[in-house]
């Protein structure tokens, strides 16, 4: 099976810049979507960016839209969030997920099978 390892967040001031890592290893023998998500205190999971298998397909909330890109590098096994201009409303634990059904970029919970266990993502005013 797919696990599915975060890293990259940390503690950074309004304005600043982060970069997430999202690597899969175990068994990456079908193609999937990746996902991020973000959990703050007292608020749902949503999701953040999403990516295709060939990267062709992209979506970004619209919180995020022109501050956040999604990458991903097949042959590394890995998927990256690059997140520039950060606010403090981003703060939250940020989630990679992975979706196996064939949705070239699934848009809810469900749509995912696989997910990581969370970075910690801080922005201070």
């Known amino acids: 099976q797919v696990q599915l390892v975060e890293s990259g967040g940390g503690l950074v001031q309004a304005g600043g810049s982060l970069r997430l890592s999202c690597v899969a290893s175990?068994?990456?023998?079908?193609?999937?979507?990746i996902g991020w998500f973000r959990q703050a205190p007292g608020k749902e999971r949503e999701l953040v960016a999403a990516?295709?298998?060939?990267?062709?397909?992209?979506y970004y909330v619209d919180s995020v839209k022109g501050r956040f890109t999604i990458s991903r590098d097949n042959a590394k096994n890995t998927a990256y969030l690059q997140m520039n201009g950060l606010l403090p409303d981003d703060t939250a634990v940020y989630y990679c997920a992975a979706g196996f059904s064939g949705i070239i970029v699934p848009k809810t919970n469900r749509g995912y099978d696989v997910w990581g266990q969370g970075t910690q993502v801080t922005v201070s005013s």
């Open positions: 990516i295709s298998w060939t990267a062709g397909t992209t």
């Open positions: 175990g068994g990456t023998f079908r193609t999937y979507a």
